[in-house]
């Protein structure tokens, strides 16, 4: 199986511009989280999407959102960006079904899209 | 609300010495745990989990990682490093299904000849 992908893998944007980055989950994976990672605040959660619906959210403005379409792919969109939204973006697919038990909601991460903001 | 510490911010081993990387939770119910590791310009790969039983569990390239629910912590350790081992490694606790992972701010690996 394909792992997860990412795409773009790099961004370069100016302030005050929007961006959009895409994942595509493992095949059959219902479940995509997205991570926002920089060297001071480190690894944080964004949101997880499962089915086309958001699931859980974490403390981010609402300039950062997401969505997930019927083939589980999933686009992040950031607005008005800022300086500080420069970042690796990671997005990690898990099964999310309640059969098979935890091992089967493992997450795995893709290779991220590094987002610069000048 | 859930935690994790990881106290070595870099650690420097030398090729063929074991190694341990420290790592204590915070967490109200069950935990479940994992470590990660993170090569530069690379996402993240799953080294080990725990989520109940034996609390030695065993992982990917050599690695392993010991519960100690008494202690709230989940060391990871490994008996030889290689350098190809350089990297940075992240501990992580999550909830039963394990959609929100909360990390720590990682170990970065150095491994001199």
């Known amino acids: 199986k394909a792992g997860v992908t990412q795409t773009p893998r790099y961004l370069i944007k100016t302030r005050g511009q929007q961006v959009t980055l895409s994942c595509s989950p493992i095949s059959g994976h219902r479940s995509v989280s997205w991570y926002q990672q920089t060297p001071g605040q480190g690894l944080q959660f964004l949101f997880e999407y499962f089915s086309e619906t958001q699931r859980n959210k974490g403390n981010f403005p609402g300039r950062f959102s997401g969505r997930q379409f019927s083939n589980s792919r999933s686009e992040m969109n950031v607005s008005t960006l800022e300086l500080g939204d420069s970042a690796l973006y990671l997005c990690?697919?898990?099964?999310?079904?309640?059969?098979?038990?935890?091992?089967?909601?493992?997450?795995?991460f893709g290779a991220g899209t590094r987002l610069s903001v000048l | 609300a859930q935690s994790v510490t990881q106290p070595d911010i870099h650690i420097t081993v030398s090729e063929g010495a074991s190694l341990e990387l420290r790592c204590n939770y915070s967490?109200?119910?069950?935990?479940?745990l994992f470590w990660y590791v993170q090569s530069p310009g690379q996402g993240l790969q799953l080294l080990l989990k725990?989520?109940?039983?034996?609390?030695l569990v065993q992982g990917i390239k050599g690695f392993e990682a010991e519960f100690k629910r008494s202690q709230s912590s989940f060391n990871l350790r490994k008996p030889s490093v290689h350098w190809s081992d350089a990297a940075e490694y992240f501990c992580a606790v999550g909830p039963f299904g394990n959609e929100k992972l909360t990390f720590g701010t990682g170990t970065r690996l150095t491994i001199i000849p």
């Open positions: 990690a697919s898990r099964d999310g079904g309640a059969l098979g038990g935890l091992a089967k909601n493992i997450q795995y």
């Open positions: 725990y989520f109940s039983g034996d609390t």
């Open positions: 967490y109200g119910a069950t935990p479940y």
